[in-house]
Nanobody, 121 residues
Framework: QVQLVESGGGLVQAGGSLRLSCAASGNIFSINAMGWYRQAPKKQRELVAT???????NYADSVKGRFTISRENAKNTVYLQMNSLKPEDTAVYYC???????????????WGQGTQVTVSS
């Protein structure tokens, strides 16, 4: 059993900052890519940022230069530092991780429960 738990969401004014955290726990052998996705009301879930196990980040164009993804492998944790927030960043943010539970097992995708980020104008 694997669990992803997010924290750090909340309400912030435009131009402000928030830091999201996501910790993976349970039967973990190794973690490949980790990332953040978001879903605004009446919109499809979209990629925000991902980071490979070796640390190479990838960002959506809409957040480049404002958001920074990082990970702490020893703690099975991924972070998303969000600066210069805009009202259009308002969404539920979901953590994702590809996790292997055994040396012989493939990596499967796991999702957190989501954390609300609301940016007021």
């Amino acid at each position: 059993q694997v669990q992803l738990v997010e924290s750090g969401g909340g309400l912030v004014q435009a131009g402000g900052s928030l830091r999201l955290s996501c910790a993976a726990s349970g039967n973990i052998f190794s973690i490949n890519a980790m990332g953040w996705y978001r879903q605004a009301p009446k919109k499809q879930r979209e990629l925000v940022a991902t980071i490979a196990s070796g640390g190479s980040p990838n960002y959506a164009d809409s957040v480049k230069g404002r958001f920074t993804i990082s990970r702490e492998n020893a703690k099975n944790t991924v972070y998303l530092q969000m600066n210069s927030l805009k009202p259009e960043d308002t969404a539920v943010y979901y953590c994702n991780a590809y996790i292997r539970t055994d040396s012989d097992a493939p990596a499967y995708s796991h999702w957190g429960q989501g954390t609300q980020v609301t940016v007021s104008s």
